[in-house]
Structures are given as C-alpha cells and as structure tokens.
C-alpha cells in the first residue's frame, strides 16, 4: 500500500514557547532539548550528558524545579531556570467514581479543556488521554463528537496527562527509597477526547517520551492508539510508534457506518480493513483489536455478528464490545445483556476472543464515549435553555 502524505487539519496548535517567554520543556524530543539547551547557552560537548541529567528529573523523578536538581552545579540550574520551565495541565476538579473511575478536567493552555480518565484494575491502570480539544469526526453514538474540533493539544500537553495523573496517585519514585517496581498508572489508551491520527506527530512525540526507558517507562506493548479508521496514517502507528493499534469499527455495513463513524464515508469498510491487512508487524501476537459498540436493533444482530466474522477474517484480532454508554441526548440505547452475550458467543465459536467490556466510571460520566469538558457541557446547555425559552441567539 503507497502511504500518501501525512493527514493534518486546519486547526491551531500552539507553540512550544509560553507568553512569559519560558520555554517548556515537557513534550520536548531529546533532539528539541538539545538544541534548546544549547541555544541557551549549554556547551556543544555537554548537551547530550545535560539532555540525560534533565530528562532524568523530568521524566523519571517529576521533579519541576531546576533547583532540586542537585546533580547539576548550581549555576548551571541558574541558566536552566531563566531560559526554561517545566509545567504541566492543570488539574481544574476531580471526580471519583463509585468503581475508583478517576474522571479529570484538565485546563490547557488558552484556558481550554479536555478530559482525562484513569481507570485502576486488580493487575493494572490504565489512563485513558485526549489528544485534541473536541473532536472533528462526529460519531453519532459519541459523547464528545457533539463538542466541536478546537485544537490539537500539544505533545507536552498530551504526556502532560501522564504526568498530572502520576501527581494524583503519588507514583513519583523516591530518590533514596527503595526501588519499587509496582505500577498503579501501566497502561495508556489513546482513546479520550480526539483523533490521534489527525494529530499524529505530537501524539507520536509524545508517546515517544513515555516509552523512554530513562523516564516513564512504559512498554510499547502497553500503549494502545485508537483510531476511528484514518487509513492513509494507519501504517505509521506501527512504524513511528510501535504501539497497539484498536480501530472503532461499530458496524458490518457502510450504509451503517457511514451514520455511526461518518469517516467511513471517505474511507469505507474495504479500504479500512485493506490497510490493517497490510499493517506492519501484525501476527497473533500483536493483534489488532477491533472495537464494537453494542446499539440496541442498530449493529446487534446475529447476522451482524456474523458478517463481522466474515469481514475480518485473515486479520489476526480480537473483538472488544462495548455496551453503550448512554448520554443526555443520545440517539440510541444499549443491547441487552443477552443479545451482547449472544453476539459474543457468534464471535467466539468463530475463533475470536470477544470480551464484553464492563462499562466503568458511568456514574461521573466517565465511561468509553461519554466525555465532553465541562465548559461544553454547560455552553450547549445554556443554548439549549435558551432555545426552548424562544431567545433568539447573539
């Protein structure tokens, strides 16, 4: 398959530099921080060593102030601290959800929001990260494709949720302490508000940053991107990334996808499932997982279920079902336990392995398809009053 250029959108990103004139340091590649460092002042010689010390305490110990960086002479934190600064999203409110569901409002630079959802299990966590403010592809059974594409977020501002998120659980390591190698964050899915596809290069830089083994350290292997079906991007997750791939497939028929995932209307099931056959590095071992939302007498049939077999068929896979998620407002409603349990048995008798995802964090909002930032929430809401109270809009 020819990879055509990269996808991109016309949509404003903001610059690395802050208004005060800091630069920031997190979301910056180990190449950007070189130079950075040394257009600072930093000498040639030393930047690669000074480039290890500060991305050690960035990323490794969280550490944000260039004065506790006590491996570095003192007047060498002097220049760090004039030229640079190390800052995060800031947590604006957190919710806890009855299941431990951790949903959190996070505020961006330009004072934008997006949501960030940590989600702890017996044997793992896994934190689920935005990727754009809103969403650009309007999935109709989605929470946040009713909230209007704003911006891309930022490299920094997308490992900037794995750093917030590790502040709130108390992860940092200690120097001195002994070495713990328990993970309460150990998983990423890039499934929150977005499409990482479309703003593929932070979304790789970032990620890129969390898989550092002098920092974050986390495995490739436990990092999942999912894409709604970006075909021309596609191959570049498992080149550029090396990740875990999940597609939001949701139907077996274009005439129903292109309603449920409208992008489908540009590249239609065919071309979608022709370039995961092609995907580099696929094999039973690093299946691609197909993500299927369960709609009540929309995508639910046995014969959906069967056409969804016959459909991947050759493609090495696993089919998560996801009962609906409902929202105010929502078009649809969830399938049955039985019906879900029925469609998950069609699937496994074929050689699938079909778990039924159990929906967490329902009670704070928090669950697959339901996030919106807050700020949204409430301006649609104040439109809506005012439509059914006849006030005409500004």
Same mark, same amino acid.
């Given at each position: 398959m020819t990879i055509s250029a990269p996808i991109t959108q016309d949509v404003h990103t903001i610059p690395r530099r802050l208004p005060e004139g800091g630069v920031n340091l997190v979301g910056l590649t180990r190449d950007e921080m070189r130079e950075a460092l040394v257009a600072a002042g930093t000498p040639e010689k030393q930047a690669k060593m000074r480039v290890g010390q500060v991305w050690q305490w960035i990323y490794h110990w969280g550490v944000r102030d260039f004065g506790a960086m006590t491996n570095l002479a003192k007047d060498y934190r002097a220049l760090l601290a004039r030229s640079f600064v190390v800052e995060l999203p800031e947590i604006v409110s957190k919710q806890v959800s009855a299941d431990g569901t951790r949903k959190y409002l996070v505020r961006i630079a330009g004072g934008h929001e997006v949501e960030t959802v940590y989600i702890p299990e017996e044997d793992r966590g896994t934190l689920c990260v935005s990727s754009q403010v809103g969403c650009t592809l309007t999935c109709s059974f989605c929470h946040t494709g009713t909230q209007r594409l704003v911006r891309n977020l930022t490299a920094g501002e997308i490992v900037g949720q794995v750093m917030l998120v590790r502040d709130d659980l108390g992860e940092w390591p200690v120097?001195?302490?002994? *070495?713990?190698?328990?993970?309460?964050? !150990?998983?990423?899915?890039?499934?929150?508000?977005? /499409?990482?596809?479309?703003?593929?290069?932070?979304? +790789?830089?970032?990620? +890129?940053?969390?898989?550092?083994?002098?920092?974050?350290?986390?495995?490739?292997? +436990?990092?999942?991107?999912s894409t709604s079906g970006v075909v021309p991007e596609i191959a570049?997750?498992?080149?550029?990334?090396? $990740? #875990?791939?999940?597609? &939001?497939?949701?139907?077996?028929?274009?005439?129903?996808?292109?309603?449920?995932?409208?992008? #489908?209307? *540009?590249?239609? =099931?065919?071309?979608?499932?022709? &370039?995961?056959?092609?995907?580099?590095?696929? !094999?039973? &071992?690093?299946?691609?997982?197909?993500?299927?939302?369960?709609?009540?007498?929309?995508?639910?049939?046995?014969?959906? %279920?069967?056409?969804?077999? +016959?459909? =991947?068929?050759?493609?090495?896979? *696993?089919? #998560?079902?996801?009962?609906?998620? /409902?929202?105010?407002g929502a078009p649809y409603k969830r399938s049955s336990n039985n019906r879900i349990r029925a469609f998950a048995d069609i699937i496994y008798k074929a050689g699938y392995a079909s778990p039924i995802r159990t929906p967490r964090g329902e009670d704070?909002?928090? %669950? $697959?398809?339901?996030? *919106? !930032?807050?700020? /949204?929430?409430?301006?649609? !809401?104040? %439109?809506?009053?005012?439509?059914?109270?006849?006030?005409?809009? %500004?």
């Open positions: 120097p001195g302490a002994p *070495k713990d190698e328990t993970r309460l964050l !150990s998983n990423i899915v890039l499934m929150g508000m977005g /499409e990482p596809l479309y703003n593929f290069e932070a979304v +790789r830089d970032a990620m +890129r940053i969390a898989m550092d083994p002098e920092g974050l350290s986390l495995s490739r292997r +436990r990092i999942t991107l570049r997750t498992a080149t550029e990334i090396g $990740c #875990n791939l999940a597609v &939001s497939f949701h139907a077996t028929t274009d005439d129903v996808r292109d309603v449920l995932v409208p992008i #489908n209307r *540009k590249w239609n =099931i065919a071309a979608l499932l022709d &370039s995961l056959r092609e995907y580099p590095n696929l !094999s039973n &071992s690093e299946r691609i997982t197909f993500e299927y939302v369960m709609l009540d007498g929309v995508n639910d049939s046995d014969e959906d %279920a069967r056409r969804l077999v +016959r459909l =991947i068929e050759g493609i090495p896979a *696993k089919i #998560n079902l996801i009962p609906f998620n /409902e929202w105010p704070i909002m928090a %669950a $697959c398809g339901q996030l *919106k !930032s807050a700020t /949204e929430r409430a301006r649609k !809401s104040r %439109a809506q009053v005012a439509a059914e109270a006849g006030v005409p809009r %500004a």
